[in-house]
């Protein structure tokens, strides 16, 4: 469904990508770990095109993302961002509905607000937070309306960067499982980006370990518990001690 071949990004000097190779199967999860400030939110925003990489090849159903064409490309997908990203001025059901009233999807306002609400119930949101602004919300709580929103339009492909981080244990319980049922049930494609072990282990396919600009390590979940690799070891066990420097 995915693949990466060879892809390469610089921010001036520093360089963040250096010869991504990744394949995602489709209807599978596959989860990114490494360090932070390696370049697991970067190598996303490639895949999406909001940010273009400077050399390689990244391709969607064999399809080339740079020559597609941008507003049936970007229909097929949904995002959730890490710092959230919610329209301030908009409400809590405009912002999950937003893809269902502007663009081709073009819903009748009463329509697009019932979906809305549904899909916030799936994160758990009561309907009154509906019409709340973002401001008035937790951080928890505008993490997760920024979920129903990646999820609203039932994309084939799903991209969460750090979806449980902030969440509550029983709240971050709920949203893998989630992550989870679009999976299985839907059959999308998804490729989340997470510090959360737990989150890991309850909905990654597949994992991978990015490190030093290339994934340096791919495997399922019983594997990475029982590779020699010593990044993924001290990554997993969260230990200050070994390959993996302490300040970045
Ligand atoms: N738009 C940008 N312009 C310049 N540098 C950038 C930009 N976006 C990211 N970077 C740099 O790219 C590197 C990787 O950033 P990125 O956000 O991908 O890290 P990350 O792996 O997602 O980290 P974290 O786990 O902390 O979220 C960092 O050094 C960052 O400063
Ligand atoms: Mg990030």
């Known amino acids: 469904m995915i693949e990466l071949i060879g892809v390469h ?20 999860s596959m989860v ?19 940010v273009r990489h400077d050399t390689g090849k990244i391709l969607l159903n064999g399809q080339d993302v740079t020559k597609a064409d941008r ?9 959730l961002f890490q710092g959230g990203a919610l329209f301030d001025s908009l409400r809590v059901w405009e912002n999950v509905a937003f893809r269902l009233m502007h663009g081709a999807l073009k ?9 809305a609400i549904e899909k916030l119930r799936r994160v758990g949101l009561a309907p009154e937070v509906a019409d709340l602004y973002p401001a008035e919300l937790s951080g928890g709580m505008q ?7 990646a999820i609203a339009a039932s994309p084939e492909i799903i991209f969460f960067d750090e979806p449980t981080t902030g969440l509550d244990p029983i ?4 949203i893998n499982e989630l992550i989870r049922e679009i999976v299985t049930e839907m059959g999308a494609t998804a490729m989340t980006i997470t ?15 990015l490190h030093g600009g290339l994934i340096r390590w791919t495997g399922t979940v019983a ?7 010593p990044y993924v070891q001290q990554f997993i066990h969260g230990r200050a001690e070994g390959p993996i420097p302490s300040v970045r």
């Open 223 to 229: 594997e990475m518990d029982t590779t020699p690799d």
């Open 32 to 50: 990114i770990i490494g360090g932070s400030g390696t370049g697991k939110s970067v190598l996303l925003k490639c895949i999406l095109g909001l």
């Open 171 to 174: 709240m971050a319980g709920v």
């Open 195 to 209: 510090h959360d072990m737990t989150s890991v282990r309850a909905i990654a396919d597949r994992v991978a370990m």
């Open 9 to 28: 990004k610089a921010f001036g000097r520093n360089r963040v990508l250096q010869g991504v190779d990744l394949t995602i199967p489709g209807g599978q």
């Open 143 to 149: 993490k997760r309306v920024g979920l129903a929103r």
């Open 71 to 79: 507003d049936p490309f970007l229909a097929r997908f949904g995002m």
């Open 107 to 115: 819903r009748p306002k009463t329509e697009a607000r019932e979906i």
